[in-house]
Nanobody, 126 residues
Framework: QLHLVQSGGGLVQTGDSLRLSCAASGGTFRRYAMAWFRQSPGKEREFVAGYRQNGGTIYYEDSVKGRFSMYRDNVKNMVYLQMNSLLPEDTGVYYC???????????????????WGQGTQVTVPS
């Protein structure tokens, strides 16, 4: 059973940077599809970035392309979300997620993920 523990987040100003971390334990890390989602007030949880099992291309939600970078450390069983040039609309609770059996075409669907971190708040005041 994979267990995900997040760290990072906080209150920053427009244009600042933050890095979120997600530590995975209890499973063979590289066999999982990993993703970051976020949930802003009054909105549904949405896909931010992710990759399929065994790595490969990392996909991003359009509004974060060029500002956010997802990367992983297979030795430490960690995934990270580096967030640069933060905007007020990036405010929300960020979750890392994992799936051991991602079906092709469902990377961006939150229902595809069975393992979730506890969430971490990112606040960028307007």
């Amino acid at each position: 059973q994979l267990h995900l523990v997040q760290s990072g987040g906080g209150l920053v100003q427009t244009g600042d940077s933050l890095r979120l971390s997600c530590a995975a334990s209890g499973g063979t890390f590289r066999r999982y599809a990993m993703a970051w989602f976020r949930q802003s007030p009054g909105k549904e949880r949405e896909f931010v970035a992710g990759y399929r099992q065994n790595g490969g291309t990392i996909y991003y939600e359009d509004s974060v392309k060029g500002r956010f970078s997802m990367y992983r450390d297979n030795v430490k069983n960690m995934v990270y979300l580096q967030m640069n040039s933060l905007l007020p609309e990036d405010t929300g609770v960020y979750y890392c997620a994992a799936s051991s059996s991602l079906i092709l075409g469902t990377l961006r669907s939150r229902g595809s993920y069975g393992y979730w971190g506890q969430g971490t708040q990112v606040t960028v005041p307007s």
